[in-house]
T-cell receptor, first 116, second 111 residues
Framework: DTGVSQDPRHKITKRGQNVTFRCDPISEHNRLYWYRQTLGQGPEFLTYFQNEAQLEKSRLLSDRFSAERPKGSFSTLEIQRTEQGDSAMYLC??????????????FGSGTRLTVV | KNEVEQSPQNLTAQEGEFITINCSYSVGISALHWLQQHPGGGIVSLFMLSSGKKKHGRLIATINIQEKHSSLHITASHPRDSAVYICAVRSANFGNEKLTFGTGTRLTIIP
């Protein structure tokens, strides 16, 4: 297992286009998280899955954003009708945890989105 | 006021110096993470702490739960340690799994 993989690494898109990112977590990890990081800031939480269930969504996740994790394995994050403010690094992380104790996170390398 | 505050925001030091980065938080937590991010790169998890102290190579992380404070120390710093170091906390609320991040400390080690 090579860790958490994200694809693509970079994406440049025109405003108004739809984009989709993929995250492949560590295979035995049941939890998967999406974060967004803008320049000079720390990452901000977007959404979180336990297996295939999306358990929490941030208010940052407008109705243009949708995330899925079919079959509890890889996850996709789609942004519809992109805006320039969506330009950011989108980070995926996974962890293995048994409620109530969780274990350390493993982060992917991120997908850098630039909306022009 | 952010829930997680880091200081300093920027730190430049000479190779070999002892480095300390501080993190204060204002909420109850179940764990605190120290993370490293290189320019344009992803995030590497350095430590996860819920109490006491951990050491890995030249890196040491401590946490004081009562004072809601954690420190990351780097001994014998090296230019390859140059990166952004980020503190992140996980809420103590049951079922709340997300991390809340500080804005990071940009460390530059000069040869």
């Amino acid at each position: 297992d090579t860790g958490v993989s994200q694809d693509p690494r970079h994406k440049i898109t025109k405003r108004g286009q739809n984009v989709t990112f993929r995250c492949d977590p560590i295979s035995e990890h049941n939890r998967l998280y999406w974060y967004r990081q803008t320049l000079g800031q720390g990452p901000e939480f977007l959404t979180y899955f336990q297996n295939e269930a999306q358990l929490e969504k941030s208010r940052l996740l407008s109705d243009r954003f949708s995330a899925e994790r079919p079959k509890g394995s890889f996850s996709t994050l789609e942004i519809q009708r992109t805006e320039q403010g969506d330009s950011a690094m989108y980070l995926c992380a996974s962890s293995l945890g048994d409620i109530p104790k969780s274990y350390g996170y493993t982060f992917g390398s991120g997908t850098r989105l630039t909306v022009v | 006021k952010n829930e997680v505050e880091q200081s300093p925001q920027n730190l430049t030091a000479q190779e070999g110096e002892f480095i300390t980065i501080n993190c204060s938080y204002s909420v109850g937590i179940s764990a605190l993470h120290w993370l490293q991010q290189h320019p344009g790169g992803g995030i590497v998890s350095l430590f996860m702490l819920s109490s006491g102290k951990k050491k890995h190579g030249r890196l040491i992380a401590t946490i004081n739960i009562q004072e809601k404070h954690s420190s990351l120390h780097i001994t014998a710093s090296h230019p390859r340690d140059s990166a952004v170091y980020i503190c992140a906390v996980r809420s103590a609320n049951f079922g709340n799994e997300k991390l809340t991040f500080g804005t990071g400390t940009r460390l530059t080690i000069i040869p």
